[in-house]
């Protein structure tokens, strides 16, 4: 990597951790969950839709993305985070998508698991057996069925990322048209999401929220909005057009670490020693998928040279 581009992956893994402290933030100022969602969304759509053209790829392919990697992944995620789930904790679970699209991938496209890829899931599920133990143990605790709820209600939204993925994959979009994509695709949650809102959340409860809306609850909004989704997205695709994707996917391995950093520091979360030791076996599984050819690679002997004539 070159000095720009290390500081531009270093951009992404920090706006990417932070944001499920923002999200919290939001969600801690009084806007539900599915509000914030259509606040989100609403923002990347407009005006940059005007400003950034169309992506040329299939029209249903471009909703279906918009529903699962937009909607789906952050209605689930929002929630599981409003009934419970720490913000440092989601931002490891969620990362539990790799799995998903691993799975995904075999079962659809017929892709082949090698050995690396075999062991990483393996460790990675155990990791969240790990995390998914020590929510059963607690319960009946006050906070402990909101944990659980929001653990099961985050691999939900790995899941919805995990499609989102292959669809993105079958789009076979350009490089170019990254930005589009994100830009477009954001178009397609928004009534969805306002709709829910105003199904579940109810217009008192959307009322209240937007007159009590203060300027940390503005200011998580335009972060979501424009930081992690517009910035964030525009930043890793260069990255991906510019760089192998061998080098620029383990990035996403730093995301948790900030995030549980972040959490802490800044709203004093702390994780029980099981929950730790889930979340750092999960990370440890995921850099055993990803990071596994790489080793194999390492370790290899050398080829043996050609006999001379």
């Not at 539990?96 to 075999?118: D, I, K, P, W, Y």
């Not at 057996?129 to 985050?154: E, I, K, R, Y």
């Not at 829910?196 to 009590?212: D, F, H, K, M, V």
């Amino acid at each position: 990597m070159t000095p720009r581009q290390s500081l531009m992956a270093l951009a992404i893994v920090l706006t990417w951790g932070v944001n499920f402290v923002v999200i919290k933030v939001g969600l801690q100022g009084g806007l539900p969950p599915l509000l914030l969602g259509a606040l989100r969304f609403a923002l990347v759509a407009f005006p940059a839709a005007l400003l950034v053209p169309r992506p040329q790829v299939p029209l249903r392919w471009l909703v279906a993305y918009g529903l699962t990697i937009s909607l789906g992944q952050f209605a689930f995620l929002f929630w599981a985070m409003a009934v419970g789930l720490p913000a440092g904790l989601a931002s490891v679970v969620l990362q539990s998508q790799v799995l998903f699209t691993l799975g995904l991938s075999m079962l659809l496209l017929g892709e082949r698991l090698q050995l690396h890829n075999a062991v990483g899931v393996l460790v990675a599920m155990g990791g969240l057996g790990l995390l998914g133990w020590h929510s059963l143990n607690q319960a009946h605790t006050p906070d402990g069925m909101g944990v659980l709820l929001g653990f099961g209600l985050c691999l939900l939204a790995a899941l919805c990322w995990a499609c989102g993925n292959l669809i993105n994959k079958r789009m076979q979009a350009a490089p170019s048209q990254l930005m589009g994509v994100v830009v477009w695709g954001a178009m397609v949650p928004v009534l969805p999401f306002a709709l829910l809102s105003y199904g579940l959340e109810g217009p008192q409860r959307i009322s209240a929220a937007l007159a009590g809306l203060d300027w940390g609850g503005v200011l998580a909004v335009l972060y979501l909005a424009y930081a992690a989704t517009i910035l964030g997205y525009t930043l890793w695709g260069t990255l991906l057009t510019q760089l192998p994707t061998s080098t620029v996917a383990p990035l996403t391995l730093l995301v948790p670490v900030v995030g549980l950093s972040s959490a802490w520091l800044l709203l004093g979360e702390r994780l029980a020693p099981l929950q730790l030791a889930g979340a750092a076996t999960i990370l440890l599984g995921l850099s055993i998928h990803v990071l596994g050819g790489r080793w194999k690679a390492l370790f290899a002997p050398p080829d043996k040279l050609p006999a001379r004539p």
